[in-house]
């Protein structure tokens, strides 16, 4: 790892203006499970780190209001995924993040530096041997055409396929949440689904907020839909790893199980969080039963672009997103 700077300011100004003075380059660190992780394959070589864990701004996680639920982006994954309220009203939520990492990891890491890991893509992270646009901007893609068995299915392009690899953003995109974000130039609210980019010709560019803002708040609105939902992740172990397929759905049932609200994402498969506008006005009006809970999955996975190794993964996507109909039906409020 090479020499970096550190500051541990008090309170979001100090943060803001250490960001400032650092310049251009600099990364926030909040658990640093990730951070310092990449600094140490040399992916990320900031000249210093702004430490945001101090900070009251960033802090508490509230579910009792009446019109949206509201995380600190520096509240710990474990907290949050334990909050009764949430386990029990947006289980989607909760699931998402305690099947995410490990319970160390979680015990450490933030729900805010939760939606802004990179990709796990073994070329990005395997060093400069390999040809990777993210990392090397023009110097090729090794996946495409090589070992892209993990590699996106949605949202790829002829520079890029890395797979967006965390899950809460997954399930954050399903409930329309929204981010409070403070920077130098004030203070501004980003939708999720603005957050983050798909990698066009520009795979470098992974999403929308600028090097110097701070997230400090997740706010996701209130709905009837958080009680019947659930995150599903399929993976090649049963803990601690990546998914291969997940999907987070939430439905309300209206007389003899027709759907009436629903909401679906997938992660794992997509080049960042992938909500189905298409798969939720499939079901809308209909029967929730497995017939039209696969015809989501498909309709959710129509668009995919399999590559050599992972054709596979969209029969699997599609019975993840059936799989997760049917757990979130059964927990729908009726
Ligand atoms: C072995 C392993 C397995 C994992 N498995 C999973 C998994 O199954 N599912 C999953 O979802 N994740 C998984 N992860 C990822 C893990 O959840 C993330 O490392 C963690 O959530 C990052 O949070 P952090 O607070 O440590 O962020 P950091 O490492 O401190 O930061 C991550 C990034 O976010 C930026 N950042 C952090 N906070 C803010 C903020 N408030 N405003 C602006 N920028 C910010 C940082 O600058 C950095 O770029 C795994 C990680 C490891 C190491
Ligand atoms: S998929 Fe993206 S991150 Fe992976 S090697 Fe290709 S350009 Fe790099």
């Known amino acids: 790892m090479r020499p970096f700077g550190y500051a541990a300011p008090a309170t979001l100004d100090e943060a803001?203006?250490?960001?400032?003075?650092?310049g251009p380059g600099t990364k926030v660190l909040?658990?640093?499970t990730t951070l310092y992780d990449l600094m140490k394959l040399d992916v990320e070589t900031p000249p210093a780190v702004v430490d945001i864990r101090a900070l009251p701004e960033l802090a508490g996680i509230d579910t009792a209001g009446s019109s949206e639920l509201s995380f600190g982006a520096g509240a710990l994954m474990a907290d949050v995924a334990a909050d009764p309220v949430l386990r029990r009203d947006y289980p989607a939520l909760a699931e998402s993040l305690a099947k995410a990492a490990s319970q160390q990891l979680r015990n450490m890491a933030t729900v805010g530096g939760n939606?802004?890991?990179r990709t796990r893509c073994p070329y990005f992270r395997g060093g400069l041997a390999f040809p990777c646009n993210k990392r090397r901007p023009g110097s090729g893609c090794a996946a495409i055409g090589g070992?892209?068995?993990?590699?996106?299915?949605?949202?790829?392009?002829?520079?890029?396929?890395?797979t967006y690899p965390g899950d809460w953003a997954v399930a954050l995109i399903a409930f329309d949440a929204a981010l409070d974000v403070a920077g130098p130039r004030g203070r501004r609210t980003l939708p999720l689904a603005d957050l983050h980019v798909e990698?066009?010709?520009?795979p470098e560019r992974e999403h929308t907020l600028a090097w110097d803002e701070i997230v400090t708040r997740i706010r996701v609105p209130v709905t009837a839909a958080g009680r019947g939902s659930t995150f599903h992740k399929v993976r090649d172990r049963a803990s601690y790893a990546f998914a291969l397929a997940s999907a987070a759905v939430a439905v309300t049932l209206g007389e003899g199980g027709a759907v009436e609200e629903c909401r679906i994402a997938v992660g794992g498969v997509a080049t960042r969080p992938w909500?189905?506008?298409?798969?939720?006005?499939e079901l809308v009006g209909a029967v929730l039963d497995r017939r039209s809970a696969r015809r989501a999955g498909e309709s959710a996975?129509?668009?995919?672009?399999?590559?050599?190794?992972n054709a596979f993964r969209v029969e699997l996507g599609i019975r993840t997103v059936a799989e997760a109909l049917r757990i979130a039906g059964e927990r729908a409020v009726r």
């Open 16 to 22: 803001l203006r250490a960001l400032s003075e650092s």
């Open 147 to 162: 070992l892209d068995r993990g590699h996106a299915l949605l949202g790829g392009s002829d520079a890029c396929i890395a």
């Open 301 to 309: 996975f129509a668009g995919a672009r399999p590559g050599r190794h």
């Open 275 to 281: 909500r189905c506008h298409s798969a939720e006005r």
């Open 30 to 32: 909040a658990g640093g």
């Open 199 to 202: 990698p066009g010709d520009r």
């Open 115 to 117: 939606l802004l890991q």
